[in-house]
């Protein structure tokens, strides 16, 4: 396993290796509960892609997770923040992925409430700085994973959430979730960024 930090080291693999696989896929927040279900998926069924697993292991994140893959020729792990323009910028250059898979994000509820800025620097900075370096590097595909919190609450006679269902989040949390997701379809329409929306249901 290749364990990347702020700086980009040569360490573990031979990166002339991945030359010869056919796609890069980043994935952020891969270490997290669902991220790391996506590495894991995409590590074992698609041997031919290089999968990058870009976590900062918060209380989120877990190389535990992971550790089934942590040693296959197609895996790199890598510790850093996607909130440091620097280092995603450096990922990018190191790595050029054809495509990015973002679950990266501050998640919970009552910890929205209690430091709600956290969640604004992470969710929707984070998210910016991502969407910058997608356009920057002409990234083929964005999957941005959001959550299903971004329409509000639901009583128990209200009828189910579908895709038109207005944004009427009630948490610091959803909010910024929110803000993400209006900046993913922005940067999409104004720079013409090939992007899926996917809100999942918890």
């Known amino acids: 396993m290749q364990v990347v930090s702020s700086v980009l080291l040569d360490t573990v693999k031979d990166k002339n290796m991945y030359m010869t696989l056919d796609k890069t896929i980043l994935i952020t927040g891969g270490a997290g509960f669902i991220g790391s279900h996506v590495v894991k998926r995409f590590v074992t069924q698609y041997s031919n892609y290089h999968i990058i697993n870009l976590d900062k292991l918060t209380y989120c994140g877990d190389l535990e997770n992971v550790k089934e893959v942590a040693h296959s ?49 992470t969710n929707v900075m984070g998210t910016c700085n991502l969407l910058n370096m997608v356009n920057k590097y002409g990234v083929e595909r964005l999957y941005h994973v959001s959550t299903d919190e971004v329409y509000g609450a639901l009583g128990m006679d209200d009828a189910p959430f579908i895709e038109t269902t207005p944004y009427d989040p009630k948490s610091p949390y959803s909010a910024s979730k ?15 960024i090939n992007y899926g929306l996917m809100l999942w249901l918890h």
Do not use: R, W
Not at 96 to 121: C, G, K, M, R
Not at 178 to 192: E, I, K, P, R
């Open 73 to 121: 020729e197609n895996y790199t792990f890598i510790k850093g923040d996607i909130c440091d323009t620097n280092f995603l910028k450096n990922v990018f250059e190191e790595y050029t992925p054809n495509s990015v898979i973002h679950l990266a994000a501050e998640s919970h509820v009552d910890n929205s409430i209690d430091n709600p800025n956290i969640f604004i620097q």
């Open 178 to 192: 929110a803000a993400s997701d209006h900046f993913v379809s922005a940067f999409g329409n104004q720079f013409t």
